[in-house]
């Protein structure tokens, strides 16, 4: 998991989280609402010159963007053609309506990516939990996230020791042990969520998970002051764009 | 030594038909002692710590903490497993959490206590089992060693009675294995009690009070050492070879008494008799 080695290492890993988390939040609000393309730019680039500067190398973070600007290019295709019975026509107000929603979507996925590489899950749950997330999802995060990376470890000794015997050496064998993977790895998962029962039980587990997180840094008043800012000359300049340009 | 933990004719099957894992077991342990449970793969070791921390119900039989029998009712159960504490074999099994700190605080705070004494306890067990510089990794992001080193910091936060090791040194390396047996050497030394399950005779042999074999889910013997170790149909019974030591000492010496406990005496003993 990239995304996980990226926010441990990130240099923003021991600021603030809630800072963190109230600056890609605020800031993906304002962006998705103005639905302006100056805006969306300006914080394309912002939080990408941010993410970068955190310690994540410009190629990876371009390629991370690219899978979702591959998905919104071919979906905003069917909004700039207009196929009618004899002819394609184009609209030059339609490209530019899809250059915009393309550009709102990327600078929103790029608010998403600043959180995501600087402040690992732990941090965000934390956030969760403080803004009184219902406790039943902020568990089953938890327990998903933990045990994503047990059963990929799983699937991927499964996967070498299939390799090992031959077990991809054509496409019809390899479909084989693709379908053999994935079952054996549900018996596997379940076999495991009982074992983890009994060791949650063994710790006098009562139906709630409690846990604590270690003491976090505190919130930067020059960090506040600047996300304030910002966001509020983001805020300031989509009012201003909508009334008077 | 008083008795901490006592079973009185245990049964216990996971089906309801009469195949049972645990059949007639019938042991006693006494306070601050250090019990080896062995037997060949199962045999019952891990069904028995199973119904210890009152996890698994038995069928038949009693166990007694502190001489008073085991009730199964929550609030009952949640005290007795707040005294009797499990490390498993499999850590990846034990720790669920994102990152160490939060493992560690888990069982604190599902025995109520509140954050400032959690915290405080927490960073004491993270400073006494030297973990301090991975306590801010993620749980899947350490090493076979370092999630076993957790798992014991998540049931000593929680001040036990007894601990129960089921086979600590399992794939482990040995730097590690050398890390885990330095800290339950310091958790005798403080008297707590410790029943560990292990294959190595070695160190069942030089470690443990007393050895608990275990059969195909009875126990067939439990004694010293020394007598088990010296009892060659029981050995045989149960696939255990004899130790080095005792291999050795035997191999060069025809009395057979005065076994060394360790290589130690029998380096000494060696010694003696060349000069």
């Given at each position: 998991m990239?995304i996980d080695?990226l926010s441990?290492?990130?240099k923003?890993?021991?600021?603030n989280?809630?800072?963190?988390?109230?600056?890609?939040?605020?800031t993906?609000?304002?962006?998705?609402?103005?639905?302006s393309a100056?805006?969306a730019?300006i914080?394309?680039?912002?939080?990408g010159?941010?993410t970068?500067k955190?310690?994540?190398?410009?190629?990876?973070?371009l390629?991370?963007?690219?899978?979702?600007?591959?998905?919104?290019?071919?979906?905003t295709i069917?909004?700039?053609?207009?196929?009618?019975?004899?002819?394609?026509?184009?609209?030059?107000?339609?490209?530019?309506y899809?250059l915009?929603?393309i550009l709102?979507s990327?600078?929103?996925v790029?608010?998403?990516?600043?959180?995501?590489?600087?402040t690992t899950?732990m941090d965000?749950?934390?956030?969760?939990k403080k803004?009184h997330?219902?406790k039943?999802i902020?568990?089953?995060m938890?327990?998903?996230?933990?045990?994503?990376?047990?059963?990929?470890?799983?699937?991927?000794?499964?996967?070498?020791?299939q390799?090992?015997?031959?077990?991809?050496i054509?496409?019809?064998?390899s479909?084989k042990?693709?379908?053999?993977?994935?079952?054996?790895?549900?018996l596997?998962?379940?076999?495991r969520?009982?074992?983890?029962?009994?060791a949650?039980?063994?710790?006098?587990y009562?139906?709630?998970?409690?846990?604590?997180?270690?003491?976090?840094?505190?919130?930067k008043?020059?960090?506040?002051?600047m996300?304030?800012l910002?966001?509020?000359f983001?805020?300031?300049?989509?009012?201003w764009?909508?009334?008077?340009? | 030594?008083?008795?901490i933990?006592e079973?009185?004719?245990?049964?216990?099957?996971?089906?309801?038909?009469?195949?049972?894992a645990?059949?007639?077991?019938?042991?006693?342990?006494?306070?601050?002692?250090k019990i080896?449970?062995?037997?060949?793969n199962?045999?019952g070791?891990?069904t028995f710590?199973l119904?210890?921390?009152?996890?698994?119900n038995?069928c038949?039989?009693?166990?007694f903490f502190?001489?008073?029998?085991?009730?199964?009712d929550?609030k009952?159960?949640?005290?007795?497993?707040?005294?009797?504490?499990?490390?498993?074999?499999e850590?990846?099994?034990?720790?669920?959490?994102?990152?160490?700190?939060?493992?560690?605080s888990?069982?604190l705070?599902?025995?109520?206590?509140?954050?400032?004494?959690?915290?405080?306890?927490?960073d004491?067990?993270?400073?006494t089992?030297?973990?301090?510089s991975?306590?801010?990794?993620p749980?899947?992001?350490?090493s076979?060693?370092q999630?076993k080193?957790?798992?014991?910091?998540?049931?000593?936060?929680?001040?036990?009675?007894?601990i129960?090791?089921?086979?600590?040194?399992?794939?482990l390396?040995p730097?590690?294995?050398?890390?885990v047996?330095?800290?339950?050497d310091k958790l005798?030394?403080?008297?707590?009690t410790?029943?560990?399950?292990?294959?190595?005779v070695?160190?069942?042999y030089?470690w443990?009070?007393?050895?608990?074999?275990f059969?195909?889910?009875?126990?067939i013997?439990?004694a010293?050492?020394?007598?088990i170790f010296?009892?060659?149909?029981?050995?045989?019974?149960?696939n255990l070879?004899?130790p080095?030591?005792?291999?050795?000492?035997?191999?060069?010496?025809d009395n057979?008494?005065n076994y060394?406990?360790?290589?130690k005496?029998?380096?000494t003993y060696i010694?003696?008799?060349?000069?």
């Open positions: 990239i080695k441990y290492n990130s923003l890993r021991y600021e989280a809630e800072v963190k988390f109230a600056f890609a939040v605020i993906l609000l304002i962006c998705v609402i103005s639905r100056v805006i730019l914080v394309l680039v912002v939080t010159v941010l970068i955190s310690g994540v190398p410009v190629f990876r973070y390629k991370f963007l690219s899978i979702p600007f591959a998905f919104l290019f071919l979906s069917a909004i700039i053609f207009d196929f009618k019975p004899f002819y394609i026509t184009i609209n030059k107000n339609v490209v530019f899809a915009n929603l709102t990327l600078s929103a790029s608010c998403l990516y600043f959180l995501a590489f600087t899950i965000i749950l934390s956030v969760l803004l997330c219902p039943i902020l568990e089953l938890l327990l998903i996230y933990r045990f994503i990376f047990i059963l990929l470890d799983t699937a991927y000794a499964i996967s070498i020791s390799k090992a015997r031959l077990g991809n054509n496409y019809k064998t479909l042990s693709f379908g053999m993977l994935g079952s054996s790895l549900m596997k998962a379940i076999k969520s009982q074992n983890v029962y009994i949650m039980q063994a710790r006098c009562d139906d709630t998970i409690n846990v604590l997180s270690s003491k976090k840094a505190k919130p008043v020059k960090h506040i002051i996300i304030a910002f966001d509020g983001l805020l300031i300049f989509s009012i764009s909508k009334f008077f340009l | 030594m008083n008795t933990l079973c009185k004719n245990l049964y216990f099957s996971y089906s309801d038909n009469d195949n049972y645990l059949k007639n077991v019938n042991l006693s342990i006494k306070q601050g002692q080896a449970l062995m037997g060949a199962g045999s070791k891990s710590f119904c210890c921390a009152g996890i698994l038995p038949k039989g009693d166990l502190h001489n008073e029998k085991i009730k199964y929550k009952n159960l949640l005290n007795l497993r707040s005294k009797i504490g499990i490390v498993f074999q850590p990846d099994n034990q720790l669920f959490c994102a990152s160490v700190y939060e493992e560690i888990f069982g705070l599902n025995l109520g206590f509140s954050e400032e004494e959690t915290r405080l306890k927490v004491n067990i993270i400073k089992l030297n973990i301090q991975f306590c801010e990794k749980t899947h992001a350490l076979g060693g999630k080193q957790v798992a014991i910091a998540d049931i000593l936060v929680m001040s036990p009675e007894i129960i090791f089921d086979e600590p040194a399992a794939a390396d730097k590690h294995i050398k890390i047996r330095e800290i339950i005798t030394e403080n008297g707590l410790v029943i560990m399950s292990t294959h190595d070695d160190y069942a030089e443990a009070d007393e050895i608990i074999l059969d195909n889910g009875e126990v013997m439990q010293k050492p020394i007598d010296t009892n060659n149909t029981v050995l045989d019974k149960t070879e004899k080095t030591v005792i291999k050795l000492f035997e191999s060069i010496n057979k008494i060394p406990k360790n290589l005496e029998l380096e010694k003696a008799r060349l000069k």
